[in-house]
């Protein structure tokens, strides 16, 4: 066998660019791809992002080179070995923290993979009015958290430092179940079409940040009065608070608000939810129990729910969230306006003269109904008298949330 050079990984590191040579290693092997950048089947964009590392991480996003014809290709482009004491340590996902983040399905567009942020692809969407599970648009800020159900405990927060703490099957059993068919809706939705106009910060969602399921699990407002909290609006702007399991770098959980008299509300259908269009809660959409806030930005529907509280208004939220994130002087979004989209035909579809059917959603955006959708100069979903807006410029903000202007398709018509 022949004898290779051996090499640390910080020399391996300084061969990132076509100049330079382009070096990557796998398992304690090193190689010179250069030559094979634009050969590429995915791209010499995609190769180079390996470039100087390890290829291990990249490829375990793309199964395709899971392949035996792709390491015989790579045993061509071999020219050194890691130096053992960088070869010891084998490269992987070891200490990825999105490692332990579920499967999902290929169908999903994604925009970011870590975290995970994706949407069905819009002919999907208005195939049926409840969303299956494995295509619901996932909106995650941090790794999914691993939950074991049988340890799993709900913290609640009552008056006077009283607090109650209640198992899942605690949940299931003392509360009756009740079901809601409820629609989230990120405030980021449709973002994509404002950064045309000026570029925005945030995950550029195109119109399927928005879905649809039947919730089923115990009611916000029966946990609540179990642990003894009462309606007190009257002195002052309560919120309820809900922190997630998942927590960034600093320990920070994931958390939002909204108010008591929401959350004491029966007609507001708060829920604890454990399950999901008759399934148990997927982990992406917060496995083993999560909010459900019917009518409001789904920003509030807290996943992986591990404690509910009261807090003054002044008693901020934790909250890890660009599009809902409480500046303290703008109020947070809570109700979102009026919203619709086509999703079928697609943007630069050939249609053939004539009549045409056009699919698409129509929202309401406070729990309430669509009266009708107007077509033509009123085009959009329309509730109470309330209309879409014409165009993106007049609603455009530096966040990219709550676009909701009419949704424009160009199509070609052929003869
Ligand atoms: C496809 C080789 C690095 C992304 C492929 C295929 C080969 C290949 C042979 C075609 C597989 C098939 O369809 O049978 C390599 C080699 C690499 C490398 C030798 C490094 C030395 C990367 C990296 C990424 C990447 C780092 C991503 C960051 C992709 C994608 C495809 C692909 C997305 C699918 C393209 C398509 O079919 O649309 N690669 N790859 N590759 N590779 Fe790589
Ligand atoms: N809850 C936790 N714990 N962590 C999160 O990242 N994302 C929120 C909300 N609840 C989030 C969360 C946002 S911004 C939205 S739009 C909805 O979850 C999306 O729910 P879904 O992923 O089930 O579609």
Redesign the pocket.
């Given at each position: 066998a022949p004898q290779f050079p051996r090499y640390t990984r910080a020399e391996v590191a300084q061969h990132r660019t076509p100049k330079e040579r382009v070096w990557?290693t796998y398992g304690t092997e090193v190689?010179d791809?250069t030559d094979?950048v634009e050969l590429?089947?995915?791209?010499p964009d995609?190769?180079l992002?390996?470039a100087g590392g390890a290829?291990e991480p990249?490829?375990a996003?793309?199964a395709?080179?899971g392949?035996p014809?792709?390491l015989e290709?790579?045993r061509d482009?071999k020219v050194g070995e890691l130096s053992p004491e960088d070869a010891a340590p084998p490269p992987g996902d070891t200490e990825d923290p999105f490692a332990g983040d579920p499967p999902r399905h290929p169908a999903l567009r994604v925009n970011s993979l870590k975290p995970f942020n994706a949407e069905p692809p819009p002919e999907l969407l208005t195939q049926s009015f409840l969303t299956p599970n494995e295509l619901f648009f996932t909106r995650n800020h941090l790794p999914v958290p691993a939950v074991e159900p049988g340890s799993y405990r709900l913290r609640v927060e009552g008056p006077g430092g009283r607090a109650l703490s209640l198992s899942l099957s605690e949940l299931r059993q003392r509360f009756p179940k009740h079901e809601v068919t409820a629609t989230l809706q990120c405030a980021g939705n449709r973002r994509s079409e404002m950064s045309r106009v000026r570029p925005v910060k945030g995950l550029p969602w195109d119109i399927g940040a928005i879905s649809t399921a039947r919730w089923g699990g115990a009611r916000l407002r029966d946990v609540l009065l179990a642990a003894g909290v009462g309606d007190h609006t009257g002195d002052g702007e309560w919120h309820v608070c809900f922190e997630g399991l998942d927590t960034d770098a600093s320990g920070t959980p994931y958390g939002a608000s909204i108010p008591l008299k929401r959350a004491l509300s029966a007609e507001a259908e708060v829920l604890l939810a454990y399950e999901m269009n008759g399934r148990e809660l997927p982990r992406d959409h917060g496995f083993p129990v999560r909010v459900v806030v019917p009518g409001v930005v789904g920003a509030r529907s807290v996943k992986w729910l591990r404690s509910v509280a009261q807090k003054d208004y002044k008693g901020f939220c934790p909250s890890v969230d660009w599009d809902s994130v409480d500046f303290g002087a703008a109020p947070a979004i809570q109700e979102l306006p009026v919203q619709s989209a086509i999703t079928e035909p697609r943007p630069g579809a050939a249609v053939p003269a004539g009549e045409l059917t056009v699919k698409g959603y129509a929202w309401s955006g406070g729990g309430r109904e669509v009266i009708r959708v107007s077509g033509g100069r009123r085009w959009g979903g329309e509730m109470r008298y309330n209309v879409q807006p014409d165009t993106v410029g007049p609603i455009w903000n530096l966040r990219g949330v709550l676009s909701n202007a009419w949704h424009r398709v160009p199509v070609t018509v052929t003869r």
């Open positions: 990557v190689f791809v094979f590429h089947p995915g791209g995609k190769i992002l390996a290829l990249f490829w996003l793309y395709v080179h392949q014809h792709v290709l790579l482009y």
